[in-house]
Nanobody
Framework: VQLQASGGGLVQAGGSLRLSCVVS????????LGWFRQAPGKEREWVTS????????NYADSVKGRFTISREYAKSTMYLEMNRLKPEDTAVYYC?????????????????WGQGTQVTVSS
């Protein structure tokens, strides 16, 4: 399984970005998907997850109400819509495929990872 994340960039505080993650190699339609991020000098942290059916999501408190995760099965693609961005959202964002079908914030539940895309929010 390969994951290709894209859509990162430089944006001013209050702005928006949309990240995409294409999953290839085999179908992940039976797996939950997730986004994580890692800021310089910090550990990788969970941001959000979506279950295999796409009808259940959860979010870290720090992004709740600002970020939206979704998936499009026909394109084997997952999205992260990020609004009202803050400087503290600056990080490399990683997409991942879970071993399980339901949402989980546990990093060790995810077995396949993308290469990451940089998001920088200026103040």
């Amino acid at each position: 399984v390969q994951l290709q994340a894209s859509g990162g960039g430089l944006v001013q505080a209050g702005g928006s970005l949309r990240l995409s993650c294409v999953v290839s190699g085999r179908t992940a339609s039976n797996n939950a998907l997730g986004w994580f991020r890692q800021a310089p000098g910090k550990e990788r942290e969970w941001v959000t997850s979506i279950n295999y059916r796409g009808d259940s999501t959860n979010y870290a408190d720090s992004v709740k109400g600002r970020f939206t995760i979704s998936r499009e099965y026909a394109k084997s693609t997952m999205y992260l819509e990020m609004n009202r961005l803050k400087p503290e959202d600056t990080a490399v964002y990683y997409c991942a495929v879970s071993r399980y079908s339901s949402v989980t914030p546990r990093l060790d539940s995810y077995q396949y990872w993308g290469q990451g895309t940089q998001v920088t929010v200026s103040s």
